[in-house]
């Protein structure tokens, strides 16, 4: 059993920097992929990028390919979502997620087995 844990979340101005944390409890935090999605409103939630148990190996949407990083520190049972040049569009709930196992491409939320409460992002223009 794993609990994950989201912080970090909060009102940024456009453009502005965010970096979000996973503190996931339990056993053999290194052994899970850890995901990071995102629902706005009146939307549904969607993928934002995840990481592989090493984090060796992640995949990200391509809404946020090259302005969002994902890292892991597995010392410190601890994922990140690092967020740059945020836009107004990237106003959401962010979840964090996690699953058993060494995959990388794991862009479905039925792909994870645990999930956090989610932590907000706003981004003003």
């Known amino acids: 059993q794993v609990q994950v844990v989201e912080s970090g979340g909060g009102l940024v101005q456009a453009g502005g920097s965010l970096r979000l944390s996973c503190a996931a409890s339990g056993r053999f935090f290194s052994s899970y992929a850890m995901g990071w999605f995102r629902q706005a409103p009146g939307k549904e939630r969607e993928f934002v990028g995840n990481i592989n148990w090493s984090g060796t190996g992640t995949n990200y949407a391509n809404s946020v390919k090259g302005r969002f990083t994902i890292s892991r520190d597995n010392a410190k049972n601890t994922a990140y979502l690092q967020m740059n040049s945020l836009k107004p569009e990237d106003t959401a709930v962010y979840y964090c997620?996690?699953?058993?196992?060494?995959?990388?491409?794991?862009?479905?939320?039925?792909?994870?087995?645990?999930w956090g409460q989610g932590t907000q992002v706003t981004v003003s223009s």
């Open positions: 997620a996690a699953v058993a196992g060494l995959g990388t491409r794991l862009p479905r939320e039925s792909d994870y087995q645990y």
